[in-house]
T-cell receptor, first 111, second 117 residues
Framework: GNSVTQMEGPVTLSEEAFLTINCTYT??????LFWYVQYPGEGLQLLLK?????DKGSNKGFEATYRKETTSFHLEKGSVQVSDSAVYFC??????????FGQGTTLQVKP | DARVTQTPRHKVTEMGQEVTMRCQPI?????VFWYRQTMMQGLELLAY????????DSGMPKDRFSAEMPDATLATLKIQPSEPRDSAVYFC???????????????FGPGTRLTVL
């Protein structure tokens, strides 16, 4: 079945450091891929998405590229801020309309 | 600014009591999801509806949980009787899904934090 695996957290970085959160997936067909972010005390919100191979999703300085050959969708940001501290979820959607989420990765950015 | 609303935001109850959580999806969204989030299990899909019809409730304990959509503006999740292991944050999310774009973006509510003593 479809599944998503994320790197375990927490990830702790200093402000302005480079961020990578790894995400790999297993799926049949051609899923769409997503990154959601959850700030403390809130629900999840869409950060970025990509719907086909080689697409790059980007938003708020974050980027992720849909790599079919490596079944990956790694999240990157060149310079993190304290306000980026949150839990990040990788997810995929097949043809059922449901999202399959990874376990989430907590990011802590220190000043 | 359209958003998903959930009530109550916090609920503390005693074991054995009935709990009802409510969700108002974004107007025009045809698909509604219920999730549960705990530290141990992470984010779990409990049930979802499209055009008010239940499509999948396989993630829900059938003996005590029930989910309904009485109308397009209200989704409910009920637990009866509640147990301490049901303590979690319950999220509702809505989405506009079409045949052409089965997965666009799910919009999450702020959640209901349930504590069962």
């Amino acid at each position: 079945g479809n599944s998503v695996t994320q790197m375990e957290g927490p990830v702790t970085l200093s402000e302005e450091a480079f961020l990578t959160i790894n995400c790999t997936y297993t799926a049949t067909g051609y899923p769409s891929l997503f990154w959601y972010v959850q700030y403390p005390g809130e629900g999840l919100q869409l950060l970025l998405k990509a719907t086909k191979a080689d697409d790059k999703g980007s938003n708020k300085g974050f980027e992720a590229t849909y790599r079919k050959e490596t079944t990956s969708f790694h999240l990157e940001k060149g310079s993190v801020q304290v306000s980026d501290s949150a839990v990040y979820f990788c997810a995929l959607s097949g043809n059922t309309g449901k999202l399959i989420f990874g376990q989430g990765t907590t990011l802590q950015v220190k000043p | 600014d359209a958003r998903v609303t959930q009530t109550p935001r916090h609920k503390v109850t005693e074991m054995g009591q009935e709990v009802t959580m409510r969700c108002q999806p974004i107007l025009g969204h045809n698909t509604v999801f219920w999730y549960r989030q705990t530290m141990m299990q992470g984010l779990e899909l409990l049930a979802y509806f499209r055009n008010r019809a239940p499509l999948d409730d396989s993630g829900m304990p059938k003996d005590r949980f029930s989910a309904e959509m009485p109308d397009a503006t209200l989704a409910t999740l009920k637990i009866q009787p509640s147990e301490p292991r049901d303590s979690a944050v319950y999220f509702c999310a809505s989405e506009e899904q079409t045949q052409a774009a089965r997965a666009s973006e799910q919009f999450f509510g702020p959640g209901t934090r349930l504590t069962v003593l």
